[in-house]
């Protein structure tokens, strides 16, 4: 059974273009410092919603939904969520995911089962324990970011910038290493202090470039790129 920790029932934005539920898998293995959801990190939660409500629910809202976003913490950290997502395609709903990569053969596993991908890259992939304080998260999140351009699924690539984090010169970097690789659609995005529990962080988070500009440096890389504000 797959652990929720949450459920947004209608989301215009968590996959674009889409009107969509959210179910938050509930269990993470990085820490990230400016992660948005850290009640999800834990394996277990307080608040988990059982998964036949979450299927009670998504049975009232057939043909009112495009679709489902598995989102988290980590989804493919579970190995019910393949079982999960062929119940949900099941009741009509098109499949979203949103993914750190860290978990390869899981997630090849399951793309067959998604029409669209939200991947992060959190930094260059050597710089990876930098932003996830994890030792070898940059070639598993490599690793799942080849099996997502591969498997020809329609995907958006993110990263979130925070100045401490990522300088403007690795953002340039990891585009160009990005571009490289066959992403078509690429998304940068400012650091955003709501839900970070890091008050350093926070507190430093002013940038001294706009990121508009680092962006105008990119927008030629890829078919599709913009700076989400
Ligand atoms: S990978 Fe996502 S859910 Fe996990 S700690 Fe980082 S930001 Fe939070």
Request: with cysteine; hydrophobic share 45%; proline share 6%.
């Amino acid at each position: 059974m797959l652990r929720v920790g949450g459920l947004t029932p209608l989301s215009t934005t968590d996959w674009p273009g889409m009107l969509a539920a959210v179910v938050f898998c509930q269990g993470c293995p990085w820490r990230c410092g400016y992660c948005h959801n850290p009640d999800l990190i834990p394996a277990r939660g307080e608040n988990e919603i059982p998964w036949e409500d979450v299927i009670a629910f998504l049975r009232r809202r057939q043909g009112l939904l495009d679709g489902v976003v598995f989102s988290g913490g980590e989804p493919t950290a579970q190995a019910g969520l393949l079982d999960a997502m062929r119940e949900v395609r099941a009741l009509g709903f098109k499949i979203g995911l949103h993914t750190g990569g860290m978990y390869p053969q899981r997630l090849a596993a399951v793309l067959p089962l998604v029409d669209w991908v939200g991947i992060d890259v959190k930094a260059p992939f050597a710089d990876y324990p930098r932003v996830t304080g994890v030792a070898g998260s940059g070639e598993r999140a490599h690793a799942g970011l080849l099996e997502v351009v591969a498997s020809g699924v329609a995907h958006e690539v993110r990263t979130t910038v925070h100045p401490a984090l990522l300088a403007d010169a690795d953002v340039v970097g990891l585009a160009h290493e990005l571009a490289a690789r066959g992403v078509k659609h690429y998304v940068i995005q400012a650091f955003r202090s709501q839900g970070c529990g890091n008050a350093s962080l926070c507190q430093n988070a002013t940038r001294e470039r706009p990121l508009q500009d680092v962006g105008g440096e990119l927008a030629g890389l890829f078919g599709k790129f913009s700076v989400r504000a």
